[in-house]
């Protein structure tokens, strides 16, 4: 099977797995849980899932093993986009080609959205594996990806460094925190339910960063060189809002150039693993997507 066919076949497991996990329209708060299902279902490739799914079966486990806690980092990279699109961050009207949850819904509903969301994300980690260490495990890591040392503390600085001069290694930091943790946690987290040892964790959570600013890279080159209808939102939106991105610092082809240096080391980080093709095939996918 080839990386896309793959990476398909992961994502309808996972969208058929959200589809269950979320609360339903038709319960109490239901237009809460409209956001929440307009927000999550339905777009978007689950690219973070798959790789947990893939890790499990990297380290000898089942995909099946690591389904619940890709799903849960879903939920928290789905909380994150909505809270990204607010009015008091980036202000964007449009998300994978359709209105933003706070366009199609209200400002407040989509906050509760979000809230809710990365609370569900929780909740769902916690009970991820049927050893309860291993679901602590989990949540820890997912706890760690997602507060002031990863997304939150990562989209703070980023929201400081607006307009200002900042160097190539501040810009690392910013992105490995906005992006590269959540994807550094979906590798470890797929490789603790697969059952792991702490080394293979570790070296796929290494992996999962550097493909992770990786994968920033080349989305901040796709803001400057991609179209809306292939980006799903505003094109140049980095540049009109001064975010120091590689494009800014590097040139559009010295950031494609440091792009390619950051995956030849995360290649590294996948010798002694057999069942490694996705992982390895993400990495080519994440340098070279057109959206």
Not at 35 to 50: D, F, I, Q, V
Request: with cysteine.
């Amino acid at each position: 099977m080839g990386f896309e066919s793959e990476l398909k076949a992961y994502a309808e497991r996972v969208e058929s797995k959200l589809r269950e996990l979320l609360p339903p329209v038709e319960d109490d708060a239901t237009l809460l849980h409209a956001a929440m299902r307009y927000a999550t279902l339905g777009n978007g490739k689950r690219l973070r899932p798959g790789l947990a799914m893939a890790c499990a079966e990297a380290v000898g486990g089942s995909s099946e093993d690591a389904l619940v806690a890709g799903c849960a980092i879903e939920l928290v990279h789905c909380f994150s986009l909505i809270h990204d699109d607010l009015p008091a961050i980036d202000n964007d009207d449009l998300r994978r080609g359709q209105p933003t949850v706070h366009r199609k819904f209200d400002e407040a509903t989509a906050i509760l959205a979000g809230d809710a969301l990365f609370a569900l994300s929780f909740e769902l980690m916690g009970r991820c594996h049927p050893d309860p260490v291993r679901s602590l495990q989990c949540v820890q890591i997912l706890a760690r990806a997602s507060g002031v040392t990863g997304l939150v503390g990562g989209e703070m600085l980023d929201i400081w460094a607006e307009g200002k001069q900042v160097d190539a290694d501040t810009l690392v930091v910013i992105h490995q925190r906005k992006t590269s943790a959540l994807f550094q946690a979906a590798c470890e987290v797929g490789a603790t339910t697969g059952g792991g040892t702490p080394a293979q964790i570790q070296s796929l959570g290494s992996f999962g960063s550097l493909l992770g600013l990786a994968f920033q890279i080349a989305d901040d080159v796709l803001n400057e060189t991609g179209a809306p209808d292939q980006l799903g939102k505003a094109a140049g939106s980095d540049r009109l809002r001064e975010k120091t991105t590689y494009p800014a610092l590097f040139g559009l082809e010295g950031a494609m150039n440091e792009g390619r240096k950051v995956a030849e080391k995360a290649q590294e980080h996948l010798k002694g693993f057999e069942n490694a093709y996705f992982l390895a095939e993400t990495l080519q996918f994440s340098l070279f997507r057109d959206r």
